[in-house]
């Protein structure tokens, strides 16, 4: 199966290994990977190992419009209005009154109108998108305009931020829309699924990404040294287990000729006890 992956950038962002991850994951499974980014990535930026390891069967031209490309997506749009105008009619219906989602729209339009026709030249049968933002909007008109599933992975900030600027108005028409739906945590699941009607909501389901927590063991505790109690002398243990509460070595055969002496667990001098 010929997959293309919608990515926020390729060469792939240093700080998402779990996009690389996963179409290296889809590649060794006997899949071909087309990836289509939004830009274009640092190529001198820090590379994880297994970025290495990621043989796509075709990449497509990373700028967000060019020339060809927007040339492309006038052609697109005329050969294929009713599907077109359609598909952007109810994204930019959902988005509402957020001009900040209008314009998001209208910047990844002629790059995935283009796409349409790219994918289905290079024989694409699915379209997913990592993030449920803008590379999700693009993988959306790609995929209703070519007729082609589509689906996306959403994280966090891309479905919980409230502000304007930021928050994903086309939300809703997406998940109505795409074939599957993947969230990271049982928490961004149930939150999703709550936008859907009973009968949908199995379509959007788990698959956590980042550090296989069971790789990891917590180390064993250090072993545990108990500190020695210093042996007694006999006679000093002899009063100690008397009840004084210091104890001392007991009085021996000189101690009458000492001027003084101490008392076991007094802690001050007495008078040497008078010669009989």
Known sequence: MRIAYVIPAYPPVASQPFVVNEMVAVQEAGHEVVVLSLYRGTPDGPRHGTFERFRPAAVLPPALCDARTALLSLWVLLRHPWRSLRTLAGLHVAAGSNPWSHLRLLAVTPKALAASWRLRRLGVQHIHAHFANQTADCAAIAGSVAGLPFSFTAHAYDIYLTTPRYRNDTLGWKLAHAARVLAVSDYARDLLRGGLPDALRERVSTVRVGIPTGL???????????????????????????GHRTPCAAPDSTAASRPARTRCGAGRPTPAASRS
């Open 216 to 242: 990891f063991r917590p180390a064993p505790p250090p072993p545990v040294v108990r500190p020695r109690t210093p042996a007694l002398p006999p006679r000093a243990a002899r009063a100690f287990a008397r």
